[in-house]
């Protein structure tokens, strides 16, 4: 298994090999994108703003391969936290498209009519509730909890899309996936047992689980 973490200098990355070590995977910080195109498996994560993060992405010449990945050779790839966001096809943070791979856009929370309203951004531990039978939260019962840190989330056209609900003001999607595509809003790396799980059961999945 060949496990790439896509960098495209839009996050610490450090901790996300670190926490693959323990489950005995030597996972590849890259932004070449020869390396990316031999990946068998794709995290793509990042912090930050929308545009910035895709800006970087388009001047390493990044786009293309990881279209490729995803839509062509239909590898595995997880977002995470920002790089969740990426999969969308629009940001109201942005004025640029994001990567378009799963259909919807991403929003930053509005607590209107909510008193009181929570504070942005939304940070620290939280639930998921997972709302597929995919592999992402397998074993992890009912509620996991993980950890957040971030002001936008993206609103999927469609449901079947959502893997996992968060509550915060209201019900936001903290996890997609379609086919091979996978995403999660939360830092996995910053979410001890349950983040190595999620991990774990990502490098297990295959091509659709």
Known sequence: ????????GIGNLGAIPNMLKRLGVAARITGDPREI???SKVILPGVGAFDAAMRSL???GLIDVLNNKALVQRVPVL????????????SEEGGLPG?????????????????????VPHMGWNYVRPTTAGRLFHDLGDSPRFYFAHSFHVVCDDQ??????TKYGYPFASAVQHQNIAGIQFHPEKSHRFGLKVF??????GADA
């Open 99 to 119: 990567l378009g791979w799963i259909a919807g856009r991403v929003v930053r929370f509005q607590f209107d009519g909510i008193d009181p309203a929570p504070r």
């Open 37 to 39: 195109a031999a990946a």
């Open 200 to 205: 774990e059961n990502f490098l297990a999945g």
């Open 58 to 60: 388009g001047e390493l």
């Open 1 to 8: 298994m060949s496990v790439v973490v896509v960098n495209a």
């Open 79 to 90: 977002g995470v936290c920002l790089g969740m966001e990426l999969l969308a096809g629009e």
């Open 160 to 165: 079947a899309d959502v893997a996992g609900l």
